[in-house]
């Protein structure tokens, strides 16, 4: 019954470099989400997947990618990391739009220097 | 625009003083509103949803409410693991079914 995972889950990054965050579900959930989190603000979403192969953007996708290839993972690539980037990243995912009870992940924490 | 604010930033009460979090929020037309439970270090953790104004929802010492603009949660006899840090977030009809969050209230229970 592991739910949502996230790798890694610290993370401390150059400026300019790039790293990818994996999300891995095993619930057959077919929505999934990549939101941050920063101090003194709600969630916001980055980036999100309604299915396999699908992706679609968010409120801040500035600076983000996503992919999809497998119905269980969901990955969030940093192309060139600024500071601005750093955040607690969280991965979500629900078995439906109608379904309301998102899993969320225990995080990533990034700092980038 | 859809928007969700939550008072207190944090509150500090003493075990056994119950009290409430209050979650305001502006949508077109709800869909549903939610709260959340965050510890430390942990991704949040689902408590309630809810639906319609006069809505309410328990769970051992919480209590969610709900009416046309706000929510809120009681606590009642609160205990020190009831710490955490509790998000609202709302979805609104014109919202692809993705949630906006409130920034959370920080409860902390002393002994």
């Known amino acids: 019954n592991a739910g949502v995972t996230q790798t890694p889950k610290f993370r401390v990054l150059k400026t300019g470099q790039s790293m990818t965050l994996l999300c891995a579900q095993d619930?057959?959930?077919?929505?999934m989400y990549w939101y941050r989190q920063d101090p003194g603000m709600g969630l916001r979403l980055i980036h999100y997947?309604?299915?396999?192969?699908?992706?679609a953007k968010g409120e801040v996708p500035d600076g983000y990618n996503v992919s999809r290839l497998k119905k269980q993972n969901f990955l969030l690539g940093l192309e060139s990391a600024a500071p601005s980037q750093t955040s607690v990243y969280f991965c979500?995912?629900?078995?439906?739009?109608?379904?309301?009870?998102?899993?969320f992940g225990s995080g990533t924490r990034l700092t980038v220097v | 625009e859809d928007q969700v604010t939550q008072s207190p930033e944090a509150l500090r009460l003493q075990e056994g003083e119950s009290s409430s979090l209050n979650c305001s929020y502006t949508?077109?037309?709800?869909?549903?509103l939610f709260w959340y439970r965050q510890d430390p270090g942990k991704g949040p953790e689902f408590l309630f949803t809810?639906?319609?104004?006069?809505e309410e929802k328990e769970k051992e010492r919480l209590k969610a409410t709900l009416t046309k603009k706000e929510s809120f949660l009681h606590i009642t006899a609160p205990k020190p693991e009831d710490s955490a840090t509790y998000l609202c977030?709302?979805?609104?009809?014109?919202?692809?079914?993705?949630?906006?969050w409130g920034a959370g209230t920080k409860l902390i229970i002393k002994p």
């Open positions: 979500a995912s629900r078995l439906t739009a109608g379904s309301y009870g998102y899993t």
């Open positions: 619930m057959n959930h077919e929505y």
């Open positions: 997947s309604v299915g396999e192969g699908t992706t």
């Open positions: 949508v077109s037309g709800l869909r549903g």
């Open positions: 809810l639906y319609s104004a006069g």
């Open positions: 977030a709302v979805q609104g009809v014109d919202s692809n079914y993705q949630l906006i």
